[in-house]
């Protein structure tokens, strides 16, 4: 089981990234995902998290508005599109699965099962 994020990088404050997350090893189509980051010094928090059919999305404040998620249960990939960014969204993004099928989304990353190693996005300002 393995989740590949991609697409991390340098910008400009108010730029875009879109980031993807790859499941492999088995379909994550019935599960739950979210996407959460690390900025130095700080603990890992929640950015975003949609469930397993795409109808219900939950976002952090800090990212309302600006941030959408949406997955592609076909292609097993789930996406982060990030636009106006901040020297603030700063951080290593992760994603991650929730380790029960079918099950609502989650803010809280003890509730996710599986991680990818992480991508860096770089917000200059």
């Known amino acids: 089981v393995q989740l590949v994020e991609s697409g991390g990088g340098l910008v400009q404050a108010g730029g875009s990234l879109r980031l993807s997350c790859a499941a492999s090893g088995r379909t994550f189509s019935g599960y739950a995902m979210g996407w959460f980051r690390q900025a130095p010094g700080k603990e890992r928090e929640f950015v975003t998290a949609?469930?397993?059919?795409?109808?219900?999305?939950r976002y952090a404040d800090s990212v309302k508005g600006r941030f959408t998620i949406s997955r592609d249960n076909a292609k097993n990939t789930v996406y982060l599109q990030m636009n106006s960014l901040k020297p603030g969204d700063t951080a290593v993004y992760y994603c991650?699965?929730?380790?029960?099928?079918?099950?609502?989304?989650?803010?809280?990353?003890?509730?996710?099962?599986?991680w990818g190693q992480g991508t860096q996005v770089t917000v200059s300002s």
């Open positions: 991650a699965a929730i380790g029960s099928p079918y099950s609502g989304t989650s803010g809280y990353t003890n509730a996710y099962t599986y």
């Open positions: 949609i469930s397993w059919d795409g109808a219900s999305t």
